[in-house]
């Protein structure tokens, strides 16, 4: 077994350090609209040269994202928007990773307490401590450095505080019975508050009921339905609940952020059909990259999944300490 970590941790470390979808050709990858009058800027920043504009519903061509900005082109013009102004319509090829979908490579498990700095250096800022035991989902490693994702930024960890490193597999269908083909990590405030207890107890709780899950090819799942009802004679306890961008006390607040982090998990799965999904609001939740969380709790607010592999998918979780972890594996 050690022999196989060792390996692997080899040919991490020979991967290329880069953003989830790097900027690449100018061939599209996806198409939007212009929710509003749009400015495109030479860099991913709100005060950099402004190169042209987008009406709104201006059709909205898209070479490359990043967690919240959009690589695109208008005429012989490439520049950046911001992904929070752009609804995508279309993909134009499906062997291209889905919208919104992060490529993550491996996941891990920390040997240790560990720092996450916000770059590959250990004069960087500390974006947040994490815990020793934490299961963690890790984009790429290069020179002695694991990238994972962090909010809406990337976060850099030494790989030789990891151990148990597991490879994602590159096609589900092609890979063997038990192997991890999907996995994804966001992280929580760990505030004592009451309000927050209660939140951290929520996604602790839905974990729980989560984990081991099996679902059978062909079955579609309601996370209501499935994780659910949020009350408090299931476990769940009063906390914070984001409604169109506002917050405020809901029994089973946080479990939001699971359907999330799962939601997450399943872009990754081409075998996997998503038929209801909606986001907090136009902002999103700040947890994961815009566009990309799920809400749940209502008749309108679900997040609704189908497997169409010809096999079924297991689900494993782990929350504790600011880290929520969810990974998939071939059942």
Not at 13 to 30: C, V, W
Not at 139 to 149: E, F, H, K, V
């Amino acid at each position: 077994m050690k022999r196989v970590f060792i390996l692997l941790l080899i040919l991490a470390l020979i991967q290329p350090l880069i953003p989830a979808t790097a900027y690449a050709d100018d061939r599209p990858l996806y198409q939007g609209t212009a929710t509003t009058n749009v400015t495109i800027r030479s860099e991913p920043d709100i005060n950099a040269k402004r190169l042209a504009y987008y009406n709104a519903d201006d059709t909205v061509i898209i070479l490359s994202v990043d967690l919240e900005w959009l690589y695109v082109k208008k005429d012989n013009i490439k520049g950046y928007v911001p992904r929070r102004l752009v609804e995508v319509t279309k993909q134009f090829s499906e062997d291209d990773p889905r919208y919104g979908a992060m490529n993550v490579r491996h996941a891990a498990t920390l040997l240790r307490d560990a720092p996450l700095y916000s770059s590959p250096s250990t004069s960087a800022a500390t974006l947040v401590n994490l815990p020793k035991d934490a299961r963690v989902a890790i984009l790429s490693i290069r020179d002695g450095w694991a990238q994972l994702l962090y909010n809406r930024q990337y976060g850099y960890l030494y790989a030789s505080h990891i151990k148990d490193l597991e490879p994602v597999s590159a096609s589900a269908r092609d890979a063997k019975p038990g192997s991890l083909i999907a996995a994804f990590q966001t992280s929580y405030n760990t505030a004592q508050t009451d309000l927050n207890n209660g939140r951290m107890t929520n996604i602790s709780v839905a974990c729980q009921y989560m984990n081991g899950q099996t679902i059978d090819p062909g079955a579609s799942v309601s996370f209501n339905e499935w994780i659910g009802p949020f009350s408090l004679k299931r476990g769940f306890q009063i906390a914070p609940v984001l409604i169109n961008g506002t917050s405020m006390p809901g029994s089973g607040g946080g479990t939001c952020q699971v359907s999330t982090t799962l939601y997450n998990a399943l872009l990754e799965l081409k075998g996997i059909s998503i038929l209801h999904r909606r986001a907090h609001g136009p902002s999103g939740a700040a947890y994961v990259p815009h566009g990309t969380d799920a809400a749940v709790g209502s008749s309108s607010l679900d997040l609704v999944f189908r497997n169409d592999f010809d096999f079924p998918i297991t689900m494993q979780t782990w929350a504790g300490d600011g880290v929520l972890f969810i990974s998939i594996y071939k059942g």
